[in-house]
């Protein structure tokens, strides 16, 4: 049964996880980076939260760093969750 285990934790979490992390922190960055560009006036880039709710321009970096901390938070807690399967996966 535990072989059972590892292969779909192997098989699902795995995968799922790995990409989660990446994402996580690819867009943790890019809210920052789009944050900072629609402040100083690049109006192309849109920032809403609800549709037909915009943020207000004056507080689109805060809202982008908040939004990146809320990723980043997501990234520390899948990396460990991740390496917690990692290591399930290589006890016998």
Request: overall charge positive; proline content about 4%.
């Amino acid at each position: 049964m535990k072989y059972i285990y590892k292969g779909l934790i192997g098989l699902f979490c795995i995968p799922i996880l790995s990409v989660w992390l990446a994402g996580s922190l690819i867009c943790s960055v890019i809210a920052v980076i789009a944050g900072v560009l629609r402040n100083f006036g690049m109006g192309w880039i849109g920032m809403t939260i609800y549709p037909g709710l915009s943020v207000p321009k004056s507080l689109s970096l805060p809202f982008g760093v908040c939004l990146a901390a809320v990723l980043m938070l997501s990234f520390l807690y899948t990396r460990r969750f991740l390496r917690k399967c990692l290591v399930y996966l290589r006890t016998s």
